[in-house]
DNA sequence: CTGTTTACCTGGGGGC
DNA sequence: TGCCCCCAGGTAAACA
């Protein structure tokens, strides 16, 4: 479900609504989503506070205090949210987070269970994305950092630009999004994309990044942000989803094709190779 | 080593 | 209504 912007938005959120608050207690109804033992979870936690909230390409960290680190996951259907202490939970609420005079709890919810969270001794969430062997956050990266990645590969626009390793943040809907913006079609080699073209596309992932997340995410079925809310850049949405739609540019119709195993959305007539 | 396919889960929608 | 099939925002692991 979530990519860049809608983890952005739910970052966003989560700092707006904790006040350094005290965690009290801690209930797993689900260990699958957990990377290690629940019993770890409710001794570790208990009495840490909620500190910094960070975020790098689709993870995000609850740095805990005085030491410690909460890494998130939603992968396609989580969802965190911060909820009436009292509000009942259904049966795709994994985790809740209980906290000390704080009339909300923070719930994880995930009814596809593909979401992982860990927990780490460590508050320094750069070892963590070293580890995890994330390239540069999408929203940060350079051209100099992503030309190796492109020259040195005889994968697809649309398989590179979905490898986290290189860049972390894109997904199938904003890859899509942004190659179309880029007159660019997924099939293109990477190496055979010029310097002028890489810095040109960089600009645009930037620009697809920030206006989507001023639209607080996509909402296609399941996502919402912490507070609940669906996002509005389905709105903005130009080829994904858009099967036998005109292209707005050109005319032809929009088609979906399997490519680098996701559905792909493109225009074959404006989007060249 | 590189690049592609599958497995992990649950639910929604369309065809019959 | 029900059954079967396909599809879904992601990513490791398995495979060729």
New binding site residues.
């Given amino acids: 479900?979530?990519?860049l912007p809608e983890v952005e938005t739910i970052a966003r959120g989560l700092k707006k609504q904790f006040y350094r608050n005290i965690i009290a207690a801690f209930k797993c109804h689900y260990a699958?989503v957990l990377e290690q033992k629940p019993d770890l979870y409710c001794r570790f936690l208990l009495g840490k506070r909620i500190g910094e909230i960070k975020r790098h390409?689709?993870y995000i960290f609850l740095l805990l205090e005085p030491q410690g680190m909460l890494a998130m996951?939603l992968?396609?259907?989580g969802q965190l949210c911060l909820v009436p202490v009292n509000q009942a939970i259904d049966?795709?609420t994994h985790l809740e987070f209980f906290f000390k005079d704080f009339a909300q709890k923070l719930i994880y919810r995930d009814?596809?269970?593909?979401g992982r969270v860990e927990l780490l001794n460590d508050s320094n969430y750069e070892n963590f994305i070293r580890r995890?062997k994330l390239g540069p956050d999408a929203l940060e990266i350079t051209p100099e950092q992503i030309g190796g990645h492109f020259r040195d590969?005889?994968?697809?626009l649309k398989?590179v630009l979905?490898d986290?390793s290189v860049i972390a943040g894109l997904?199938?809907?904003y890859a899509d999004e942004i190659l179309f913006r880029e007159h660019l079609s997924p099939l293109k080699r990477t190496d055979t994309v010029t310097p002028e073209e890489i810095t040109s596309l960089l600009i645009t992932v930037k620009k697809v990044l920030r206006t989507a997340i001023s639209k607080k995410g996509?909402?296609?079925?399941?996502?919402v942000d912490s507070y609940g809310n669906a996002g509005s850049f389905?709105y903005n949405l130009v080829v994904y989803g858009q099967k036998d739609k005109l292209c707005p540019e050109c005319g032809h119709f929009i088609i979906r094709e399997r490519i680098?195993?996701?559905?792909t959305y493109y225009c074959a007539s404006c989007q060249r190779s």
């Fill in positions: 479900m979530p990519e699958g390409g689709k996951h992968r396609m259907t049966k795709h009814i596809r269970k593909f995890k590969t005889k994968r697809n398989a979905l986290q997904g199938n809907i996509t909402t296609i079925s399941n996502y389905q680098a195993g996701r559905s």
